[in-house]
């Protein structure tokens, strides 16, 4: 079995609120582990995540052991960055053997052709803000400039309070439609590509698309946890997660 999660936000709400999720998402990876071939992370498992070349954030020790434990056993485990822990380094892949993406992906898995994003800088043509924002979080040397220049301190209490600001920009209620960009994505490119099915997180719905393709979104795990499994035959569902 081929499992796909995104949006655990590790590190976000109070403490209880970060164990709460941290044993949830224990619990999820030891139901798992039984069938489990390979794990897709498919991006925001933490809330927030800057890496310097000697420095990680602190905490989430379990799920980081966890994750060590089943890649040590095998079980492939994939990461496809997201928008608040793009800044990912060499840590996760030398502790833990996660193979890294920071883009997106077609992968062949089970037979099928997925192609796998976070759903991030997607059809952003129209929103010149966001691009601009795009452009400045992804830039290598700025990125490289701010390891030298901020004192982690500093830079992981910005980035704590820029991730609980932009998380909360989520947390209304909303239908749907907020699915609606990423599905005419999906659509226009599966045009001119094969794709067997389209799995997405980022906007904290889950759903399960059936039009002219077969797109997937999996919702955030602090308001309603859920996953995509693919089973060996091709076969693939959206699942909630209590
Ligand atoms: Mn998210």
Known sequence: MHYFVSDIHLGSGDKGEQRRVER????????????????????????????????????FVRVLGRLAELSDRGVKIVMLTGNHDMWVGDYLTEECGITIYTKPQTLTIAGKTLY????????????PLLRAMNAIFRSKSLRWLASWLIHPNCFMRFGQWWSGKSRKSHSADYGPEVLDFLVDYALVYGQKHEIDYFVFGHLHYADDVKSAQRILFMGDWHSRPSYVVLDNNGEIELKHYN
């Open 24 to 59: 949830l998402f224990l619990d999820f990876l030891s139901k798992i582990e039984a069938d489990a071939e390979s794990l897709y992370l498919v991006g925001d498992i933490f809330d927030f995540w800057f890496e310097y070349k000697r420095v990680v954030p602190k905490g």
């Open 116 to 127: 796998v994003a976070h759903g991030d800088n997607m059809n952003i043509k129209g929103q």
